[in-house]
């Protein structure tokens, strides 16, 4: 193999993977564009590197001629036939100019992992997507736009980070990948609308890149004025937090008004010394931390929500005025606390009377911690996932003070901050069965000024404001998040599953009020038995309980883009990429010269187990009809070559010889990629005994 890992593939020219299954022969790859033996070494390099238990076999390359290579496989020296990660390989192959080899690979971290898994084992492809929106006053240049997205991710390594697909999930870092930007005229989407499609599109942490921007509106410089910009960024969790966010988009800021090039080399430092400084520490100390917190002979309030297994999310915000925040941060800083300590008080004070406690008793829920107050030189300035949910245990007593409890919350918040690289499947491993928190809160701190950057803006005409995030689909059934808006207002953002409207409806106004009313009259000697009563006329508090989980729904039929020219064409089944219309589908169908029919299939995660799932349900949504036919391929646009593959494995068990195709869409439309498809597809009717120069890689 050649140790020249980082080798590209030449730009703006497309490639097309070919690989051809059967129940019994080994692959072989036929490979169609501009493909040197050189990329073909560096891209099994990579994939050795990245998928370290993939069998060891010996590839051969043999040349056909100009833009023709067929790569067959043959056993390795234990004989064992087992599964080649083929659809990654097709995947590396046809990146060209959107991306590259693989530049490192490192272990993720317990908190990645658990992010992870919610996402693989959850069917809403939201889940742990978070998004941060903006308003843009000013001129704005689009192309300019793009391209400081572009070098910002240039120079932050995290921008160009995946998750692989092995059983213990490992990151690997891209030496090139650009984010995805859209841009939208005025008036061509409804902003809501947009959101809400952009969360349920979701963001695949196995594809480059974890963050897509969009932008509504915006024009070139010097024009007449025009509405506001809107700017809209979707992250995963498990690769970005909002701390990071807003560390992002300072850099994108400076890139803009550079000429839209970052000056300076890669961040230093980043996850990977961050994942270093992480596997140093001994997680002695904060066992004993978190497993100190709970007396077993006080009585706990019980989990009072559970997974309801719904897809339907639920989303309510309430806002306190910018006089009333102001009065509870004074209030809370009267007794020693903050406004986010305030909200935990509250929050425990409402899960003790919905759990229909009495007398003094433990109540249990989670925070979410920055994780930038551990002893990691630069965390402050390293963009990652870092923020993750730390379970709090707080005594409620109804004749306790409303200070003391105040005061327990402050403390514990303080003791725990060295702690914050802990991660909650590492607590509850810790906790011996003790069940987990089931609530979850957030407190994003107010942005800090950047006078110098707004400055520089303002010279160019520009105003921006700070980004605000819009709150995630978490693994927790409730999550509260709070931030501050522009005017200084504390709002509040529950996200739940939408059965649970009622009962967080109610906790949430409940929350309100105490938020509101504890600063006008809770003193030194008030107790939580009188704030408890201030609810009293407010209903019973909220009524919970298990709800039925929803059946597990069956794939999507797939859309007849196609129908076939003859009665004995085969069929092409179609993966939907993400981002990519069903306008250019169309246009595809229409320009397809081949006889298959064409079939627009559900879009595949690239990896996890939900990957699984879904792959199944596209195949078993098929039916009897496609799959009866003796010409079958599934294709996809380059990072779709794992499901292609995954779908076409699935045919192999039935007997059939399908084809996966994997085509690269760089700078081409829909008139050329249904050509190169007809192509591929047809190549298996085509002799293949003329020969040409063989070489080992």
Same mark, same amino acid.
């Given at each position: ?108 971290? *317990? ?35 793009? +391209? ?8 932050? *390594? ?83 937090? *909002? ?28 996850? =990977? ?37 719904? %897809?339907?999310? @639920?989303?309510?915000?309430? &806002? ?11 209030? +809370? ?34 925070? =979410? ?63 011996? @069965?003790? #069940? ?23 010279? /160019?005409?520009?105003?921006?404001? #700070? ?11 409730? =999550? ?8 200084? *207002? ?9 059965? &649970? ?14 938020? &509101? ?7 030194? %000697? ?43 064409? @085969? ?17 595809? +169908? ?15 995660? /690239?990896? @996890?187990? %939900? ?34 593959? /995954?779908?076409?494995? &699935? ?8 084809? /996966? ?37």
């Amino acid at each position: 193999m050649t140790t020249s890992r980082f080798a590209r593939l030449p730009q703006g020219e497309p490639i097309t993977v070919v690989v051809e299954l059967g129940p019994s022969a080994l692959p072989v790859l036929e490979l169609h564009g501009p493909v040197e033996s050189t990329h073909i070494e560096a891209a099994l390099d990579s994939i050795a590197t990245c998928h370290p238990d993939a069998p060891a076999w010996r590839a051969g390359l043999e040349s056909r001629g100009p833009g023709h290579h067929t790569l067959r496989f043959t056993d390795g020296a234990d004989d064992e036939r087992s599964e080649f990660p083929l659809g990654a390989l097709a995947d590396l192959l046809t990146q060209a100019g959107r991306g590259s080899f693989m530049a490192r690979r490192l272990p993720a971290t *317990s908190l990645q992992r658990d992010l992870l898994a919610d996402a693989d084992t959850h069917p809403d492809p939201g889940r742990q997507v978070e998004q941060a929106a903006w308003d843009w006053h000013g001129p704005l240049d689009a192309a300019r736009f793009t +391209a400081a997205w572009h070098s910002v991710s240039a120079r932050e *390594s995290v921008l160009r980070t995946t998750f692989d697909a092995q059983p213990k999930p490992g990151l690997v870092v891209h030496d090139h990948a650009e984010p995805e930007v859209v841009r939208l005229p005025h008036g061509t989407a409804e902003w809501h609308s947009l959101v809400e499609a952009d969360r349920r599109r979701g963001i695949d942490p196995r594809r480059p890149a974890p963050l897509r921007i969009t932008l509504l509106g915006g024009g070139r410089p010097n024009h007449a004025p025009a509405p506001p910009a809107r700017v809209l960024l979707t992250y995963h969790h498990a690769l970005l937090d *909002s701390w990071s966010i807003r560390l992002l988009v300072r850099e994108f800021y400076r890139a803009y008004l550079a000429g839209g090039e970052l000056p300076g080399g890669e961040r230093r430092p980043d996850m =990977t010394d961050y994942v270093t400084w992480l596997a140093q520490q001994d997680t002695a100390a904060a066992e004993d931390f978190f497993t100190g917190a709970a007396t077993g002979d006080l009585v706990a309030v019980p989990p009072l929500f559970t997974d309801t297994g719904s %897809r339907a999310e @639920g989303r309510s915000r309430l &806002r306190l005025t910018k006089e009333e925040t102001a009065a509870l941060a004074n209030w +809370a800083a009267t007794w020693g606390g903050s406004e986010s300590i305030a909200l935990q008080a509250v929050w425990a004070l409402l899960l003790y009377r919905a759990g229909r406690a009495e007398g003094p008793s433990q109540v249990r829920f989670a925070t =979410t911690a920055a994780g930038r107050s551990i002893l990691f030189e630069g965390v402050e300035r390293t963009p990652g996932a870092l923020a993750g949910p730390l379970p709090q245990t707080v005594l409620v007593d109804p004749d306790a003070t409303v200070p003391q409890l105040i005061a327990d919350l402050r403390d514990r918040c303080l003791d725990q901050a060295a702690y914050e690289w802990v991660s909650a499947s590492q607590i509850h491993a810790w906790s011996r @069965g003790r #069940p987990p928190a089931d609530t979850l809160l957030t407190f994003e701190a107010p942005p800090r000024a950047m006078p110098e950057l707004e400055a520089d803006l303002a010279a /160019a005409g520009i105003q921006v404001e #700070p980004p605000q995030t819009l709150g995630a689909r978490t693994a927790y059934p409730v =999550t509260l998040i709070a931030h501050h808006d522009r005017s200084g *207002s504390l709002v509040l953002t529950a996200a739940y599953d939408q059965v &649970r409207l009622s009962e967080v409806t109610e906790l949430l106004a409940h929350a309100a009020l105490l938020l &509101r009313e504890l600063p006008r009259g809770a003193g030194q %000697r008030t107790t939580l038995g009188e704030v408890l009563a201030l609810l009293t006329y407010m209903g019973s508090g909220a009524v919970v309980g298990p709800v039925q989980a929803e059946t597990e729904e069956s794939g999507p039929l797939p859309t007849v883009l196609r129908r076939p020219a003859r009665a004995d064409a @085969g069929a092409v089944g179609l993966l939907q990429a993400p981002g990519i219309s069903r306008a250019f589908y169309d246009q595809l +169908a229409h320009a397809y010269p081949g006889p298959e029919e064409l079939l627009l299939l559900a879009p595949v995660p /690239a990896g @996890g187990s %939900r990957a699984d799932v879904a792959a199944r349900a596209v195949y078993d949504a098929l039916g009897s009809r496609i799959r009866s036919r003796s010409g079958l391929a599934f294709a996809g646009f380059s990072g779709d070559g794992v499901a292609a593959c /995954a779908l076409a494995r &699935r045919a192999v068990a039935d007997g059939h010889r399908p084809l /996966a195709v994997v085509l690269d869409v760089t700078g081409t439309g829909p008139d050329d990629l249904a050509r190169r498809l007809a192509s591929a597809v047809a190549h298996r009717h085509r002799p293949t005994h003329e020969q040409g120069t063989s070489t080992s890689t």
